[in-house]
């Protein structure tokens, strides 16, 4: 009986120890940037092996108390997760992740992240160790430690202090490595459309894209690159952190499909994203509490509009109306059909209800089923206000709702530039 009874205690950690995976990704460094990165890798079922620098996990926000007020209504993903957990809510809240950034307790932030990391299955964690060497053989990177573990995996993120992964790995450097990062209002309509993150610095909204990205990337080794020129104002940890879980989704992708960034499927990296709840859209007038905040986010990828400047604010202004013009570019260089109906229907003006079923039916072969199921779920489904009028016009909050629910636009593939797959 004693020998049954050790068999039962020992057999199932025994078998979990068996069922661990071998590592794919590894993730160097301490900071928010290296938590986010290994977090997001790990959370997308990618075994990932985190290797601290020092340690303290995320020193920044674990030591003291800080005082933040920027980024307002754009928190989101691993960064949000933290905060409401910090917050002790279950539900998403702007106005409460300001509040707990106004008055950031280190100690609650350590109780949230031990938390987080519990709950990962795929996340090995080893604490104060540096990297004594980098070495590509065939598919996989090499990489030994200070206590002469050897680690050999697919992918890897440089998150340290000091960078040293491209100069330790022999021939790797990438040549043409520069700071590269672009303001909300500066990006074109076709580059917005591969945002990968997006977060406040020095008072203006920023964009990560996957090119930016990709700058500091040779054959699946990654760098957090000019993040390192960032000075470490606590306002800034915000970007950090969704740099790093866009970086950790990144390089979990080449490393799940064992491929090159070559061959990413920008659409489905940032599917990925959005089902952690990253914010992929810059507007600062759209919470992510907004009931059509999916849509909108749809809608920006998709890249339909750009955003509106209003003084130091990059605005969705969704209660203003879509002119013909505004979408006829785009929907043209997605459908063919949408070429014809632009031809018979465009008009220098304002779309109406009227104007966008008739181009819904056109486009998709669709009846008069459209304008009656949309009638039936005005304000119960799809939360819109007023009333149900064919000649009423068309807002841009309701043009992204649509689009999510008839349109292909997003699911379309996309090139590095942002131009759609011919």
Not at 178 to 199: D, H, I, M, Y
Not at 223 to 235: A, C, K, Q, V, W
Not at 391 to 397: G, H, P, Y
Request: hydrophobic share 40%; glycine share 4%.
């Amino acid at each position: 009986m004693r020998l049954l009874l050790l068999t039962l205690i020992i057999f199932p950690v025994a078998l979990m120890a068996q069922k661990r995976e071998k590592p794919k990704m590894l993730v160097y460094g301490s900071d928010i940037t290296a938590l986010t990165a290994a977090v997001q890798a790990a959370r997308s079922s990618v075994p990932t092996i985190w290797v601290l620098d020092q340690e303290q996990i995320a020193p920044e926000i674990t030591s003291q108390t800080l005082k933040m007020v920027k980024n307002e209504n754009l928190d989101a993903g691993i960064w949000m997760n933290l905060l409401m957990e910090m917050g002790m809510s279950k539900t998403k809240s702007d106005s409460l992740a300001m509040a707990v950034k106004a008055d950031f307790n280190p100690q609650l932030a350590r109780n949230a992240i031990e938390k987080m990391l519990r709950e990962l299955p795929n996340l090995t964690i080893v604490r104060d160790q540096q990297i004594l060497n980098v070495e590509k053989k065939r598919r996989e990177w090499q990489i030994q430690l200070a206590n002469r573990q050897s680690i050999q995996v697919l992918s890897v993120v440089d998150a340290s202090k000091d960078g040293l992964l491209f100069k330790k790995a022999e021939g790797t450097k990438k040549e043409g490595m520069s700071s590269s990062l672009q303001r909300a209002k500066e990006v074109s309509l076709a580059a917005s459309r591969t945002t990968l993150a997006v977060g406040e610095l020095k008072d203006e909204v920023y964009v990560l894209l996957l090119k930016d990205l990709l700058t500091f990337e040779k054959e699946n080794l990654f760098d957090i690159g000019f993040l390192r020129e960032l000075d470490p104002d606590p306002e800034n940890i915000a970007f950090r952190a969704a740099y790093g879980q866009a970086l950790g989704a990144t390089a979990g992708y080449v490393a799940f499909f064992k491929t090159d960034t070559k061959s990413i499927d920008i659409r489905k990296l940032q599917a990925e994203l959005l089902g952690f709840s990253a914010r992929l859209n810059p507007y600062q007038d759209v919470k992510t509490t907004d009931v059509h905040y999916g849509s909108i986010q749809k809608s920006y990828l998709s890249g339909f509009f750009l955003g509106k400047v209003e003084g130091d604010k990059y605005m969705f202004k969704g209660d203003d109306f879509v002119k013909f013009g505004d979408v006829k570019d785009v929907l043209n260089d997605i459908y063919t059909r949408s070429q014809l109906w632009f031809l018979d229907n465009y008009k220098e003006e304002d779309m109406t209800w009227r104007d966008l079923f008739s181009l819904i039916k056109f486009v998709s072969f669709k009846g008069d089923e459209v304008e009656r199921q949309v009638e039936k779920d005005w304000k119960s489904r799809r939360k819109f206000e007023g009333e149900f009028d064919l000649d009423s016009k068309i807002t841009r909050d309701h043009f992204a709702v649509m689009a999510d629910l008839y349109s292909t636009a997003f699911a379309k593939a996309i090139n590095l530039d942002g131009s759609f797959v011919k």
